[in-house]
Nanobody
């Protein structure tokens, strides 16, 4: 049974940092693309960042590039999202997801993702 469990959310002031974790279990994720998405209240879910587990290639949404970093720890089967210079507009529920797709497989859309975590709330105060 595949499980993705996010943690690390919370309340932070603008300019601060948080690190989200996504502990993955239930299968080998070597052939997966791991993604972080977020959904603010009243808005659609949006892509934040993606990482190809094998090789570690990454990609970011324009809104977070240069501030957020996605990474993985193979030994812990965990994906991280380091978020720096946080802004109030980063406030959202953040979700970790896994997709069995190639890097050209449309990882910025939420549709290819087979597995999702329960989400973790990030609130940035001004």
């Amino acid at each position: 049974q595949v499980q993705l469990a996010e943690s690390g959310g919370g309340l932070v002031q603008a300019g601060g940092s948080l690190r989200l974790s996504c502990a993955a279990s239930g299968r080998t994720f070597a052939n997966y693309v791991m993604g972080w998405f977020r959904q603010a209240q009243g808005k659609e879910r949006e892509f934040v960042a993606a990482l190809r587990w094998s090789g570690g290639r990454t990609y970011y949404a324009d809104s977070v590039r240069g501030r957020f970093t996605i990474s993985r720890d193979n030994a812990k089967n965990t994906v991280y999202l380091q978020m720096n210079s946080l802004k109030p507009e980063d406030t959202a529920v953040y979700y970790c997801a896994a997709a069995l797709i190639t890097w050209a497989g449309g990882f910025m859309s939420d549709k290819p993702y087979n597995y999702w975590g329960q989400g973790t709330q990030v609130t940035v105060s001004s």
